[in-house]
């Protein structure tokens, strides 16, 4: 149990396709996702069907980490534009874009998010993070700077951008029109922060929304991840495969935000979960190895490296011999090994334990809804996430599976919300609304 | 006549409430415009049923600009999060923006403004500007860099941002679901510039729109805005307030536009024109001495320097005398004295030479329908502009009006077309399509 009490669940809005990269030819999938708006704000309709407390949107910015020749890029057109289209077409769900503290100007940031927030009625977050990439730098003319010069951004950018969110006071805006008083002049204040790598002087002329501003998200999961997450985030974007790894890794989020004064319930922690979900098993895997394609092969390379034994690829469609098994050694430096070995022992085939997805970005559920069902109650029971963020195998079918099958089990268990209690994503997930300090206090 | 063979329309979409200060506070007005999404929307849908070909959206980008206390800022909220909106729920208009070349990251705007034009299938506009406020660039916490180094970095900047958005070839895209290929990938070519103040590697993974790419708008009258317009812009935001003024403007962006090896056709100058449309001049005024409010008190005190007489605040409501006005000296140092002196004489009390606008930002039309066409048609005959960007007096009535009493006169003149021939912004400005180069020529 955490402090909202229920169980947080975001939706993974990547390129329009789906978390898999041979979603794009799955039948069914209009081929032009990537270039429709029509298809996310369906896809975010989806999910808010679903009750799901935000849509995610990551984020290089920019880079496409994929092979283009056979695969999408794994990331949306532009996240800004896509959330404004989704706000204008949805009432509930939370809206949170990945902007990276690297390679924009705080200023900039901070007014496109604020400007976001009032257009969703108060659903607007921001993942703040910083860009690691050479790729995503060079795409600014730049190297990659130091991790010390890009989290010391990061710690003034976030801190900037929050007070010019706050320059606008809660009260200031009056705008009566008898007595022509548009706003009080003394509670728009400018902010003057200079620090050693961005300034702004301010103020940002945008009033508050109706959860006063956007909640700061982080995604990471380095010492200064936390540190930055403690200080700042109301949640943290997680990756782990074991319910020990996310139970470290939401402990040392929660440390270090009661480090930096603050409740440790201040900051939730999210999972990251990869779903096929269908009738049964059988059916999931058969969809995950259509989806898998030429890519198979190249997981069935690495498989021989995790579990430390020669594979033969013409018995792929047979399980592992016992005696192959009896010589295993998962490898220590994989934290995936030890679920691919438990696969290999439960008798599936070569194809099938990859179709298992073991080899994957995130924990993957391939079967029916109850085994999503069972795998995050038994995460959130243990503390090992406030909730998860969903990225299903193909959006066009993936979302809707997930909603019909999977959430009346977690609501059906108390696991989950049934009804939206709110309109704002502070309200979803528990977070008091913020608003500047007031100067007359 | 220009090359189009009719002239150009486009409204100035500013704050959400109009042109006029006081125009918040007019009757029928939502004093909540400033923040509301769907005002935009509908403003933006009356320009489209009065087949305007833009909707121009003017910023800083951030700075205030006016005393918060009695009026609302000047600059939207977010433009590109503005016209995201208006994309989802208009066909046909174009959309353009402004982006400072001075306080972005190319690759930001490259990118923003390119999905501007997927969302809206080829209706985007970039206003290519440098900034000049000490105000925008306290935001930025830096001082305004000299002319030379914001007009280098634009230069730049639009050539770095034209070679991005054509950095994915025309015929790239494949997403053969079939054959499995998405993209080709040796027509998705890095782009590779690096400047003296801007670089990128690229690409930008973004595909070409139904227009290929945006179109660049430019508004500045400077030699470095006619430079900088001669090379890139298809379209200048002009402002003057005489025919002699906008036709010496028109044929310097013109001259610049050959200098730069281009077709002087090839870039419409737009001049700036402010109404209040009403059934009759007596209703116009009366609208405008019940906008300006205190504002009028500010002006009368200008307008005895610029007709160098001294004015008497309690005869405000009486011509003013044929003794004085032979005394009179229009200032040589605002070229707005004249039209000033010219209504004067005219007999009009000094409250409604006030109400006529002659100070204001462009020239200004307070009288019926017929008073804006007979302007625009004189203009556009003298070669003194290629279109006009409208900024109603207030908007929530004043697009309307426009559209109702003006549009039908022009296109009865055949000045003005019926129907939009095209779904683009190119089609609508008859600029050709732009795509990148392609490198197997």
Known sequence: MNAVGKMLIGLHLGNGYGSQSGAWRMPGVDPESYTSFDIRVKQAQAAERGKFQFIFLPDGPGAVMTDIETESPVFNLDVMMTLAAVARETQYIGLVATGSTTFNEPFNLARQFKALDIMSH???????ITSSGEDVAANYGRRIPSSQDRYGRA????QLIQSLWGSWGKDAWIHDQKSGQFAKKDQILPINLQGKYVGSRGPLYIPPSEQGQPIIFHAGGSPNA????????NVVIGAAFTIEEARAQRNAFRAAAKSYGRDPDEIKYIAGLM???AKDKRTALDRRIQLGGSSLIQKFEYLQKMLGIPLDLSLINEPISESL?????PSPYDP????AFKIARQGWSVLDILAHGVIDYHPVIAGPGVEAADHMQAWYE??????????????????DAFVDQVV???QERGLFHKEYESKTLRGHLGVPDQYGIDPRV
């Open 382 to 399: 243990a503390g090992a996430a406030d909730g998860f963020w969903i990225s299903p195998d193909v959006n066009s079918d993936g979302i």
């Open 325 to 329: 098994l009896e010589n295993a050694r």
């Open 408 to 410: 009346p089990l977690l």
């Open 155 to 158: 710690h003034e950018a976030i």
């Open 336 to 339: 995936r090994s030890s679920n």
């Open 275 to 277: 779903t096929t979900i």
């Open 122 to 128: 108060g659903r607007a977050g921001w993942n703040a």
């Open 226 to 233: 936390h540190q930055l997450a403690g200080r700042f985030a």
